[in-house]
């Protein structure tokens, strides 16, 4: 039973190539997220249960048109969210506070290489929520516009500011309250982000303020561009720059690996 | 053998804020297997840490396998392995899931199936981490440290809760990665796993080291050891004491039954009988203690409770 001597355990070191490790990590973190009950209901139940629900019942008044047409790229904006911030904060957080961040630390992979893998992991459930919601949408009748690569452009700065706000809150809060902040913070920007709810309805001093959050950029360009076929929504694409190169900066500078 | 130091580390200094975890403490340790001893708080984690990389020190040097473990420390992630104290798992991956991972980062890692036999976690099935039982993560962080084939590994308390069986299996398992040339810096609380597995102990008190060598040094040196025999009621332990070398203590701590400290050496034991000889008195269940580990870490380090 005992190995003595085989000479199993001679030392015989190295690091395996990099991207072999970011490939490696980022199908374990994505596995890890399919898995997790908690995330699948905020990254696919609910988007999808509002898609369905909004655009067929009757609840909130979305102007003229089609409701779906004015309710998918909310929802999709929300996907995005759901997964890029609230997602990736409570996971993170949850890893830091188990000390799966530390004793990655001290293996092969090194820490860029580790965020590398978690953004890979991110766009790869984007992908997944963006072919899953598409198709429901095309099923209840919406007719997108636009340029697709204005589309995936909003997708990735939106990726990349909520990412930054995400990493923010999981590196410098304590697990359980990024947990209850995240939760919050999408129940909220749910509400007051123009993802089902038109900014509209909201007094106008507010909506100024509204205006100016990751989320109404990102739902309120994505609309321009699928339900008015607008070109380059060049303020929402600027805010959320400003919005990724803020959070992406303050989670460097402040994130805590234990 | 006994080449290069695995581990070095001079006047290394680590405070948190006012309070001082590491005091000017220097620690060699060469191949095989060391120990590290001390008293909660006593500042191991802290050093040991340090030499995995985690902290920068305030003041010092640190070498591990001749690299800075901050400055080198892309070079030297990949030639150790680290068992942290706790966790360091996906709570929702399966214990082969993680080690198959962690053995995917490096470029020659172990059978994973054979480590998982020899640790018996193949009983783990689909169970995820955080359904595990204590033994059960404790040994699967031991096969993560040592999957990669690493020169050196960081135990840190690997037996802490373990059943006997567990231990048993920890504790040959380390053996088998001495034999096989993985030298290992092991804390411990417990004095029986240091003695048993450690070529060199170091003991840690207040941020310094204030004691090292093999555990037969510790246990010999300085340190008094104890004589034990049994005879009739009420013997002249006076009379005794005066035949006795003068660093000697004797007393009767029962009725018949006495007991001799000090540096016991057959000379000594000698002394004894040729005393009992005399006095007419037949030394029974008469036996020499030495002293263990935990006598001498006792001794150096005080019995009073830490935090």
């Known amino acids: 039973m005992t190995a003595t001597g085989t000479g199993m355990y001679t030392p015989k070191p190295g690091a395996a190539p990099l991207p072999r490790m970011i490939a490696a990590q980022a199908a374990l973190e994505t596995k890890m997220l399919l898995r997790n009950g908690e995330q699948l209901l905020l990254t696919v139940v609910i988007p999808t249960l509002l898609l369905v629900l909004f655009s067929t019942v009757d609840i909130v008044d979305t102007g003229a048109g089609e409701a779906v047409d004015f309710l998918t790229p909310g929802i999709l904006a929300l996907a995005v969210m759901s997964t890029a911030f609230t997602g990736q904060a409570i996971a993170t957080g949850f890893e830091r506070r188990y000390g799966v961040l530390k004793r990655l630390a001290s293996s092969p992979l090194p820490r860029w290489g580790l965020m590398t893998a978690k953004t890979l992991s991110v766009l790869v459930t984007e992908v997944l929520q963006v072919v899953l919601l598409t198709v429901i949408a095309f099923a209840l009748g919406w007719s997108p516009q636009g340029n697709p690569f204005a589309v995936l452009l909003l997708l990735v700065l939106g990726t990349a500011a909520f990412s930054g706000l995400g990493l923010l809150m999981a590196g410098t809060l304590k697990a359980e309250a990024t947990l209850a902040a995240a939760n919050l913070v999408f129940l909220l920007l749910l509400v007051g982000g123009g993802v089902i709810v038109p900014l509209d309805k909201f007094p106008s001093a507010a909506q100024d303020l509204l205006d100016l959050l990751p989320i109404s950029a990102l739902s309120g360009g994505l609309r321009d561009v699928l339900q008015q076929g607008a070109g380059m929504p060049w303020a929402d694409l600027g805010i959320l720059g400003v919005w990724a190169v803020v959070g992406l900066a303050a989670a460097g500078r402040f994130f805590r690996w234990e | ?307």
Not at chain 2, 120 to 131: D, I, K, P, Q, V
Not at chain 2, 171 to 197: C, P
Request: aromatic share 4%; charged share 25%; glycine share 10%.
């Open chain 2, 1 to 307: 053998m006994r080449s290069d130091p695995v581990v070095q580390v001079q006047a290394l200094v680590k405070r948190y804020g006012a309070k001082t975890a590491v005091d000017g403490l220097d620690l060699v340790a060469r191949e095989g297997v060391t120990a590290v001893l001390g008293p909660n708080g006593a500042g191991k984690t802290t050093t040991v840490e340090t030499c995995e990389g985690y902290r920068k020190p305030d003041s010092g040097t640190v070498r591990v396998l001749g690299l800075d473990p901050v400055g080198q420390s892309r070079d030297l992630r990949p030639r150790i392995g680290v068992m942290l104290q706790s966790g360091g798992v996906y709570s929702g991956s399966r214990a082969d899931e993680m080690l198959r991972h962690v053995a995917k980062l490096h470029a020659h890692p172990l059978d994973v199936d054979a480590l998982i036999e020899r640790l018996g976690l193949g009983s783990c099935g689909r169970t995820t981490y955080r359904r595990l039982s204590g033994g059960q993560q404790q040994r699967l962080a031991l096969a993560m440290a040592v999957v990669g084939r690493p020169e050196l590994v960081f135990l840190d308390e690997p037996t802490a809760g373990l059943d006997p069986q567990a231990r048993r299996a920890t504790w040959d398992l380390i053996r088998d990665l001495r034999t096989d040339g993985v030298s290992v810096i092991l804390t411990t609380h417990y004095m029986d796993e240091a003695e048993q597995l450690a070529d060199d102990v170091a003991i840690i008190d207040a941020g310094r080291v204030i004691a090292q060598g093999s555990p037969e040094e510790l246990c010999r040196g300085g340190a008094e050891n104890t004589l034990r025999f049994s005879g009739r009621p009420g013997l002249d332990v006076g009379s005794l004491l005066k035949a006795l070398p003068a660093d000697c203590s004797a007393a009767e701590l029962t009725p018949g039954s006495y007991r001799v400290v000090g540096k016991i050496d057959p000379q000594l034991l000698a002394t004894v009988t040729s005393w009992c000889a005399q006095h007419g008195v037949m030394p029974e269940k008469i036996s020499v203690e030495r002293h263990t580990l935990e006598d001498v870490f006792l001794e150096l380090t005080g019995k009073e409770l830490r935090s």
